[in-house]
């Protein structure tokens, strides 16, 4: 009964996908807003302010984990008014429950020294195309710039980390040493002549050597991504797998679909893709989606 | 690097012990009294001065043409852009 009256309260289109989630206080519930990648215009903080001013009856918004902003205390009744104010500025609600959730990314190579691949570009394109998509339980995706992975794509239940790989040139190389200094993970060593000696199995493809280096000698063949599978936080955290290296960036979508395929085929309810990996075997996963994607 | 060897700076500071980026904001400042195609002297001490500043002045457009090692610290001249 109390479901008929809540119809004719709310229209259950806007709630598809969730985003509004039920919260201790009767009839109030917190407004989850979809902010990809955590990158957010003005002009949309300020409608968001000025709705919360209006709707949230606790007073205040709450910045998730996941980079979005979430409007706290919004009564039933107001939902739809809520939704309607906040698509004036195109502000969108996001999700919650068994589906694919908003991606977050790390702030952006347009300004950070360190980015290698275009993360926030990449996380509007992923959201517009994957968002709401229904999963066995949620379904997560981050995206980091550079192997510093500030998104934190080891947590994630698919995780895009940029990577690009060195070459050097002696040609260029006056034998500076700085790339020796720059890399943080032993695989450069000078020798006598100051030119680099390379060892890629200690290599994290993050480009620092690229970067230091004044007389251009150290050049990058190839960027792309490296992808991670599996992880979760929460109660029983897991680290994801890796599965391959330099995944080209327009193979990104492919492979988020080919990955949700092969977890919806593999998966079971309420189980993580990672669990479903653990519980099948990470080379059934490898050679059923990442082989086709890996590069000769 | 021969060919460097003998080019005198134009001007020159002293950075051991300045934090980044204090370090790279002061090599800044001095690269910006210069004219283009003077050259600066910095010197550095190793350690996280010498992965960051020398990368910075490159993402300016700056020119590093000569690094050496002294007693454990590094002097770098930059050819201003």
Known sequence: MAEKTVKQRVDFNELKSGGFIKQTQKDLFTVRLKVPGGRITPEKMLKIAEVAKKYSRMGYCHLSFRQSVEIVGVHIDDFDTVVKELATVGQKVASCGPRVRVPTACGGCEYNPNGIMDTQTKAVEVDEKFFGTPCHHKFKMGFSGCPIDCTRTREMDLGFQGVVYPVWGKDLCNGCTLCAKACLEGAIVSDKEGRPVFDESKCVYCGDCIRACPTDAWKDKKKGWLVRVGGKHGRHPREANEVLNFLPDNKVNDFIAATLKWYKENGKTKERVGTSIDRVGLDKFKKEVASAFAQS | ?81
């Open chain 2, 1 to 81: 690097m021969g060919e460097d060897e003998k080019v005198i700076p134009d001007d020159k500071i002293d950075l051991r012990g300045v934090l980044c980026p204090i370090n790279f904001v002061k090599t800044k400042l001095k690269l910006e009294m210069l004219d283009t195609g003077q050259i600066l002297e910095i010197i550095l001490d190793d350690g996280e001065p010498i992965r960051s500043v020398p990368r910075s002045v490159k993402e300016e457009g700056h020119k590093i043409i000569k690094v050496e090692n002294i007693d454990g610290a590094y002097r770098l001249l930059i050819r201003k852009a």
